[in-house]
Structure formats: C-alpha cells, structure tokens
C-alpha cells in the first residue's frame, strides 16, 4: 500500500425529506487531500441519502485523482452515520429501495481500493471536523 486517506463524511437534509446537503475532509498521509463544506445535492431527499452521497463523492474525489492509485490506497472511513457505517461493512441489510442504488454505488467504488475499513464515530467528531 502507498498511501492512506481517512475520509470523514457527514450528510443531512432541512426537513426530512428535504433540502438536501453534505460535506466531507479527505486527508492522504496525515495531510489534507481534499474538502468540501455544505456541498448542496437538491429537494426531497433524506439525511441518510445526503449521507451516503457525501460518502460516495469523496470516494470519487479520490479514485478520478490522476495521481492516485486506488489499488494500492487504503481508506479509514469515519462517519457518524450508524445505517451507512453499517450497511457498508455489512453488518446491517439495505431494506430500503431509495437506499439500495446509493449503498451498491458506494460498494462499488470500494472494491477499487486495496483496503478499507469503516468506523462509527460520534456526531462530535464530525462537527469539530466539518463543522456541521
């Protein structure tokens, strides 16, 4: 493995359903990657879909990196999302319709990466880092 990204991921809506929003912070080797605060993702959409969405974009962000080989990173995901934490690592089921394409997305992009692991955290953690 060549290099270590820790994501945090955090995502919301005002309402629920609602306006839907989310951010994360992307560090590579204890140094920042990428970031992105309040990124808007539209109407009608629950907190746990601008979750996953959020998770998805900074996987993206680094597997479309030109200077990033995805086989050869390693993730640490944190996340104060128990239903995306846990539906990624497999410990609970997609039972929900709207959430199954969001959860096969962001399986997919896994699968690039040498290695990853995903923690719960406390919504402390995600408000220290990304400030929401």
């Known amino acids: 493995m060549t290099d270590v990204f820790e994501i945090v991921f955090d995502g919301g809506s005002k309402g629920n359903p609602g306006k839907a929003y ?5 560090e590579r ?3 920042l990657f990428d970031r ?12 746990n879909q601008a ?7 900074a996987l993206k962000a680094i597997a479309d990196h030109p200077l990033v080989e995805p086989a050869k990173a390693r993730l640490i995901i944190r996340g104060d999302s128990k239903l995306v934490i ?7 089921k997609v039972k929900n319709a709207n ?3 969001l ?3 962001a399986g997919g992009l896994l699968t690039e990466f040498g290695a990853w692991e995903a923690h719960w955290h ?6 220290k880092k990304l400030g929401h």
């Open 22 to 26: 989310g951010s994360y912070d992307i």
């Open 29 to 31: 080797n204890g140094e």
């Open 36 to 47: 992105k605060i309040e990124m808007q993702y539209g109407d009608n959409m629950t907190n």
């Open 51 to 57: 979750e996953y969405i959020s998770l998805i974009r």
């Open 86 to 92: 846990s539906q990624i690592t497999g410990v609970w």
């Open 99 to 101: 959430m199954q394409p």
């Open 103 to 105: 959860w096969a997305e």
């Open 122 to 127: 406390d919504r402390s953690n995600s408000v």
